[in-house]
């Protein structure tokens, strides 16, 4: 999958994640991650939002994740939708 434009996913509700998708020019996936429980969790949420990433064939993205408490399936499902906006595809493989 490719990303081809930028989309958002989420809202900055409590126990949620806002997922910002962008175009990359690295051949990367550059995280960039604000939430209050980065220290405990930062870890934990970079490596959901990249295997899911991976998960769909996307090798090169840059994403913006602002995290208001969201749980793993919470984050690999905002990272799904807006992976699949981003890639404008509606051809869904959950």
């Given at each position: 999958?490719?990303?081809?434009?930028?989309?958002?996913?989420?809202?900055?509700?409590?126990s949620?994640?806002?997922?910002?998708?962008?175009?990359?020019?690295?051949?990367?996936?550059?995280?960039?991650?604000?939430?209050?429980?980065?220290?405990?969790?930062?870890?934990?949420?970079?490596?959901?939002?990249?295997?899911?990433?991976?998960?769909?064939?996307?090798?090169?993205?840059?994403?913006?994740?602002?995290?208001?408490?969201?749980?793993?399936?919470?984050?690999?499902?905002?990272?799904q939708?807006?992976?699949?906006?981003?890639?404008?595809?509606?051809?869904?493989?959950?």
């Amino acid at each position: 999958m490719k990303i081809k434009t930028r989309a958002v996913a989420g809202t900055s509700e409590s126990s949620d994640i806002t997922i910002i998708l962008e175009p990359s020019d690295s051949n990367e996936i550059n995280i960039n991650l604000t939430s209050s429980a980065e220290k405990q969790f930062g870890r934990q949420i970079r490596k959901v939002i990249n295997n899911t990433l991976m998960e769909l064939g996307i090798t090169k993205a840059n994403v913006t994740a602002i995290d208001f408490g969201a749980l793993d399936c919470v984050i690999k499902a905002r990272v799904q939708t807006a992976a699949y906006r981003a890639a404008e595809s509606n051809e869904y493989k959950w």
